[in-house]
C-alpha cells in the first residue's frame, strides 16, 4: 500500500512541475490524492455548468482509529475503500477560483472483523453504505492543480446497520 502512495505522490509532483498548462480547469477530468478518510487516489470529473463525479479509492480506518467497535465485535486493521459521490458545486467568486460543492453516494469498505464466536481470529468484513460529503474546493490563479478540503458522513446499510463514520479529507488535484 506504501507503494501505491509513493507512486501515486510521485506522478501528481511530476505533472506540477513539468507542466505548462496557463489556466486551472474545473471543466474536465482532475486526479490526485486524498488524506483523510478515507485515504487515497482521487479521481473527479467534471460535467455540464456545476455538476461532477468524485471517486476515492484507497484505505479506511486509519484516521479514526484501526482498533473499533463494529457491531458484536471489533476492527484491529485498516481496511481497503471505494467511495463515489454525485456532487453539485458553484463558484463563491467571480473568477470561480473558489467553489463550494456538496453531494451523494455510496462507499464500499473491506477490513478485517474480529467477532466473539471466532476467538480472536477474523474474517473479512465487505461493508456498503451510503455518503455525503460538502466542501471548498480552490484553483490558484494560472496553475494546473486545485486544492480541497471537505467533510461528510458514512452510514452503514449492510453488515452492521446504522453504523456511523465520520468522513473528513484534504487533498490536491491535477486538473487537465
Do not use: C
Not at 87 to 108: C, D, M, N, P
Amino acid at each position: 500500500m506504501k507503494k501505491m502512495y509513493i507512486a501515486v505522490f510521485g506522478a501528481i509532483l511530476g505533472l506540477l512541475l513539468t507542466s505548462d498548462v496557463a489556466l486551472a480547469q474545473y471543466n474536465n477530468w482532475s486526479v490526485g490524492f486524498r488524506i483523510g478518510e478515507p485515504a487515497g487516489a482521487n479521481i473527479r470529473k467534471y460535467f455540464g455548468g456545476n455538476h461532477a463525479f468524485d471517486l476515492n479509492i484507497g484505505t479506511y480506518g486509519g484516521i479514526y482509529g484501526t482498533h473499533r467497535s463494529y457491531g458484536s465485535g471489533v476492527y484491529k486493521s485498516v481496511g481497503l475503500t471505494l467511495q463515489g459521490h454525485y456532487i453539485w458545486h458553484l463558484a463563491l467568486t467571480k473568477s470561480e477560483s473558489v467553489r463550494v460543492y456538496y453531494g451523494f453516494g455510496g462507499q464500499v469498505n473491506n477490513r478485517r472483523f474480529y467477532p466473539p464466536r471466532l476467538n480472536g481470529e477474523y474474517e473479512n468484513a465487505l461493508s456498503i453504505g451510503a455518503s455525503g460529503i460538502g466542501g471548498v474546493e480552490v484553483f490558484p490563479a494560472s496553475k494546473p492543480y486545485s486544492f480541497f478540503l471537505e467533510a461528510g458522513g458514512y452510514l452503514e446499510l449492510l453488515q452492521a446497520p446504522f453504523f456511523m463514520n465520520l468522513n473528513t479529507g484534504l487533498g490536491l488535484r491535477y486538473n487537465f
